[in-house]
């Protein structure tokens, strides 16, 4: 009997054969399975917490050492203790909360109409082209003029009162609010359009359907800019003609040489700066709880 070709031997066992018992067949559930399983992810994430802290925590302790050590004059800069005492003081004396309540109602009044303002800027000037034409080139030269190059013009036009600081601020936090809104509208994908055009959605549905959810990270982003600069912009405002807030301090502090006083009202900023930024970061992630990206 004379043996089969070895052709036909070949063919044969890749027909009669399952793939998976085949020679150098791969099998997936011994070989692909456990290496997809022990892939490292490329990305962490898992949710920060409270380890958000970690990064001023370290400020501190490296800023207490110095302090400790003697690298840090308290001529320079008070020790952390030093300031801990002040501020303690000024808190029990109320001048501390009574400050920092007037500076919390400049940053709040004149935040909420700068995120007005930017908002009502942005979608007219985002939908509309001679919204955009008007409002996004008047905008970027405002951008470029600095805002205490400003000030002056503004104690003459509203004096050196309140109206002043709630404009000044108002300003500050429209400019990041609507250049990022006003993006996030832009980056809006057209194919969003033609389809709400093809189901007959109104300007109205249009704007509430899927402008206002597709312009939404880009907002945020300059919410956070905006709240920061809020208390940036206090900073040089209560330091012109007031009489209260926690600029006002700082200028008095600075009249007498009391560092300690002064290093109080920059923690103070500091905090409700972060406060602010931790604040709007929360409404951020239950806003855009829909998104599936890193920060979700």
């Given amino acids: 009997m004379t043996s089969p070709p070895l052709g036909r031997l070949g063919s044969g066992l890749a027909a009669d054969t399952p793939p998976e018992q085949r020679p150098g067949a791969l099998d997936p559930d011994h070989e692909l399975l456990p290496r997809a399983a022990t892939r490292r992810a490329l990305v962490d994430s898992r949710p920060i917490g409270a380890w958000i802290l970690a990064g001023p925590a370290l400020v501190v302790a490296l800023w207490a050492a110095g302090s400790a050590t003697g690298i840090i004059p308290d ?27 007037a500076s919390a109602q400049r940053a709040i009044v004149g935040g909420v109409l700068g995120v007005s303002l930017a908002v009502v800027l942005a979608l007219l000037s985002g939908l509309t082209r001679p919204g955009e034409a008007l409002i996004d080139g008047t905008v970027t030269i405002y951008r470029a003029i600095p805002a205490l190059a400003l000030l002056p013009l503004f104690i003459v036009w509203f004096g050196i009162g309140e109206e002043m600081k709630i404009v000044l601020i108002t300003l500050a936090v429209a400019t990041p609010v609507y250049l990022n809104t006003h993006a996030g509208l832009r980056g809006i994908d057209r194919k969003y359009v033609e389809l709400a055009e093809t189901v007959g959605l109104s300007r109205a549905g249009f704007v509430r359907h899927i402008a206002i959810p597709g312009a939404l990270p880009g907002f945020f982003t300059g919410l956070r ?31 007498y040489g009391l560092t300690d006083v002064i290093v109080v009202g920059l923690a103070v900023y500091a905090l409700l700066g972060f406060g602010t930024d931790l604040l709007v970061r929360f409404s951020a992630r239950k806003a855009l709880s829909w998104q599936s990206t890193l920060a979700h």
Avoid: C, F
């Avoid at 008070?78 to 309540?101: E, K, Q, R």
């Avoid at 600069?229 to 209260?244: N, T």
């Fill in 75 to 101: 001529t320079v800069l008070s020790a952390p203790w030093t300031v801990v005492n002040t501020a303690w003081h000024l808190a029990l004396d109320g001048s501390l909360w009574s400050n920092i309540w």
């Fill in 225 to 255: 800019l905006g709240a920061t600069v809020a208390w940036l912009a206090l900073v040089v405002v209560e330091q012109v003609g007031a009489s209260d807030g926690i600029g006002y301090l700082m200028y008095k502090a600075r009249l």
